[in-house]
């Protein structure tokens, strides 16, 4: 059971809008810290995505955006394309565990 | 541009060690970063940060871990350890090695590609 909790799916048509959920507690993102995110193309290594709530690194298509409040934080694909078929994993620090943490993930289909 | 490398066993025995090297390149292990982590995935699973080593040896484990793991840093070779004792078949993952961001808020980038480590009984 992972200290940040993400839907185990999301889908979309291609051109759609998906969001993709993270819900953390007062340890965690609550305690006011930051959340990123990482795409894991099948079979491949997580790929850093978004630093810092709503960064995004080096690269990666405006279509992705990030947003924070509270204790959640979300992930958002806009015009969604084949090619971000993928797991995406959110990531915080946690201050009971001391150290990062990440949610299960979440498989994103394109129909 | 920093690249990782993860090498060691792709088999090890349950109760022996698992012991993984990670190969620096593109860049100082000692400039490019403060500390150097590890994190694993097991089999249909998601992501499982490890630990953290620093230049000063200082390190940081998960506490589920704390007991059995080792990670170390060599800067004269460029490259960091992972050491894992007692392991069993949950240890089963692919490990992956990763540098995280410095100051506060840390994130990891880049990544190796990922070692698969099987327990076998």
């Known amino acids: 059971q992972s200290v940040l909790t993400q839907p185990p799916s999301v889908s979309g048509a291609p051109g759609q809008r998906v969001t993709i959920s993270c819900t953390g507690s007062s340890s965690n993102i609550g305690a006011g810290h930051d959340v990123h995110w990482y795409q894991q193309l099948p079979g491949t290594a997580p790929k850093f995505l978004m630093y810092v709530n709503s960064n995004r690194a080096s690269g990666v298509p405006d279509r992705f955006s990030g947003f924070k409040s509270g204790t959640s934080a979300s992930l958002a694909i806009t015009g969604l394309q084949a090619e971000d078929e993928a797991d995406y994993y959110c990531q915080s620090y946690d201050n009971n565990l001391n150290g990062p943490v990440f949610g299960i993930g979440t498989r994103v289909t394109v129909l | 541009q920093l690249q990782l490398q993860e090498s060691g066993p792709g088999l090890v025995r349950s109760s022996e060690t698992l012991s993984l090297t990670c190969a620096v390149s593109?860049?100082?292990?000692?400039?490019?970063?403060?500390?150097w982590s590890w994190i694993r995935q097991a089999p249909g699973k998601g992501l499982e940060w490890i630990g953290s080593?620093?230049?000063?040896?200082?390190?940081y484990y998960t506490p589920s871990l704390k007991n059995r793991v080792t990670i170390s840093i060599d800067t004269s070779r460029n490259r960091f350890s992972l050491r894992l004792t007692s392991v069993t078949a949950a240890d089963t993952a692919v490990y992956y090695c990763?540098?995280?961001?410095?100051?506060?808020?840390?994130?990891?980038?880049?990544w190796g590609q990922g070692t698969q480590v099987i327990v076998s009984s």
């Open positions: 990763v540098r995280p961001s410095d100051g506060p808020g840390v994130w990891f980038d880049p």
């Open positions: 593109g860049g100082s292990i000692r400039t490019t970063s403060s500390s």
């Open positions: 080593v620093y230049h000063s040896g200082t390190t």
